[in-house]
Structures are given as structure tokens and as C-alpha cells.
């Protein structure tokens, strides 16, 4: 018997990509390098990388990582130009946790209302801390911004330490009555989906808190077992978004991770596209 031919999922919206170059720095005690490979530097070099690989829509936000400050919040003026260049580009701005950094976030968030911002994008990679009280005031700022302008926060999420979700899930549990909140990566790495996917993700959910997650650096086995947990649970089908993280992500592997979880059906487009919208948009 012919086994039915697949059918070819449309143009995804990207829920994650970078812009910008990022200095070269000794990672952990070792020589200076730039593992962002693919990072593209200008806005044409960014609807070039879309075009190649097929995106309809897309979040672009700073690419970071090295621990100067500035370097994030610099790219905040080329993720905004990326988003006024092409209607096929939201943006997100970089924003600090660290009260060190507040007259940088107090720049950054008088920008909410530029031209295709819908996120507000933080991280505790480069320092501080969810209970750190010298973090208080820039959180609520974050999030109360937010709320007030209907955009998104942006949070990485990786196993142990600041970014664990024992510790990000207190910002959700926190603000995320009044305040959409994007949890990448899905917890980043093994604990990180046993805990969310094994029912933190879900009750977060059901209890009515405005959470989404996205599959990139999904451990092989995440994808298919967070829709087979969809499926039982009967929610979350509308919170999950394909994302690439492009530089530190790419394409292929995480759409084709996600694209063998789903399918071609609804379940397929709602990941792809549909999520994207709601969230995101689509202007």
C-alpha cells in the first residue's frame, strides 16, 4: 500500500530570533570567541535569513550574552529599525533585572510604543536574581510596563540556578494574572521539561495564568511528549509557539523537531501560526 505523501507545512512565524553582533569574550576562563556563527548584523542581513528560510512572520530581539550592558541595549535601536523596515517583523527590546542597569531600562521602556514592539525581552544570564531584592523595582517595572501597554515578556528559561523554573515560575505565579509571559526554551534543558511539561505548564494554564512556551533547545523526546500531554490534559494547544532562537538555535532542527511532535493538522498550525498571531500578531 502508497503511504499518503506529506503535506508541506506553510511559511512558520519565528516566536525567537537575534539580531546583532556580539563581541568576542572568554566564555569560563577560556580564550576570546564568537560562537554566534550565523548572527547577522543588519537589518537587511536579518530579511535576508528570513527569506532563505522561508519565514512569513517573525520576533526579532536583541541578541545577548557577553556581560557589558550596553552591548544588549545597544541593538534595541536595530531590532526597532528591523520592525519598521518589513510589516513581517514584531520586535522585542532587551531589558535588565539588575537595579544597576535602571536608567538603561528607564531608556528602553520609553521606547514600548515605537513601531512593532510587542515584547519586553530579560533574562537572569547576566546577573541577578527573581527573590534578589536588588532586583525588586526593575522587575515590577518590567512587568507592570507591560501590562499597561499589552505587550509580552520575553523570559529565558535554563536548568539550576536564576533561570531555573523553581525561580522564573515565581514571576508567573507573581504577574502573570495581568501580564502575557513567554517562557522560552520550555525550561531549557531536562528538569526544565519534566517540571513544566509534567504539570506546571498545564496548571499554570488552567488556572488562568497568561503563559506560553516555545520548543526551542527541546531535548528530543519534549515535543512529542508535551502533545501527547495536550492531548490528555485537553489544554494548551493555544500556548505553545515554534521558536528558533537563531543564532543560538537553528531552523532546520527545531522545525523539524516540532513539525514530526504535530503533524500537518490543527495542532500544526496552531504551534506554527495561529499562537504567533494571538500573541504576537500579525501587523
Not at 536608567?103 to 533574562?123: C, D, F, I, P, Q
Request: with cysteine; hydrophobic share 45%.
Amino acid at each position: 500500500m502508497t503511504t499518503p505523501a506529506r503535506r508541506a507545512l506553510a511559511a512558520p512565524y519565528d516566536a525567537h530570533r537575534h539580531i546583532g553582533h556580539l563581541p568576542a569574550y572568554p566564555f569560563y576562563g577560556g580564550p576570546p570567541i564568537r560562537p554566534d556563527t550565523t548572527a547577522v548584523a543588519t537589518v537587511a542581513d536579518f530579511r535576508r535569513s528570513l527569506d532563505d528560510q522561508g519565514v512569513e512572520r517573525a520576533l526579532v530581539l536583541p541578541n545577548y550574552g557577553v556581560p557589558d550592558p550596553d552591548v544588549a541595549f545597544d541593538l534595541n535601536s536595530l531590532a526597532l529599525d528591523a520592525a519598521a523596515a518589513d510589516e513581517r517583523i514584531s520586535c522585542g527590546l532587551w531589558v535588565s533585572p539588575k537595579a544597576s542597569d535602571a536608567a538603561r531600562n528607564e531608556k528602553a521602556l520609553g521606547l514600548v510604543t515605537e513601531t512593532g514592539v510587542r515584547a519586553l525581552k530579560t533574562s537572569f544570564l547576566l546577573g541577578g536574581g527573581v527573590d534578589d531584592p536588588d532586583c525588586a523595582e526593575q522587575l515590577d517595572a518590567i512587568f507592570t510596563t507591560a501590562a499597561a501597554h499589552d505587550l509580552v515578556v520575553h523570559v529565558h528559561t535554563s536548568p539550576g540556578a536564576a533561570s531555573d523554573v523553581d525561580r522564573i515560575g515565581e514571576l508567573v505565579e507573581a504577574y502573570g494574572d495581568a501580564t502575557r509571559i513567554h517562557l522560552v526554551h520550555l525550561g531549557g534543558g531536562m528538569s526544565g521539561h519534566l517540571k513544566l511539561i509534567g504539570g506546571r505548564f498545564f496548571d499554570w494554564v488552567e488556572a488562568g495564568k497568561q503563559v506560553w512556551t516555545d520548543t526551542s533547545w527541546a531535548v528530543g523526546f519534549a515535543p512529542a511528549w508535551l502533545v501527547a500531554e495536550i492531548e490528555r490534559r485537553g489544554v494548551g494547544h493555544d500556548r505553545v509557539l515554534f521558536a528558533t532562537d537563531v543564532p543560538w538555535g537553528d531552523f532546520a532542527g527545531e522545525h523539524a523537531r516540532l513539525a514530526a511532535a504535530t503533524g500537518d493538522g490543527e495542532l500544526a498550525r496552531a504551534f506554527f501560526h495561529d499562537n504567533f498571531a494571538a500573541l504576537y500578531g500579525t501587523t
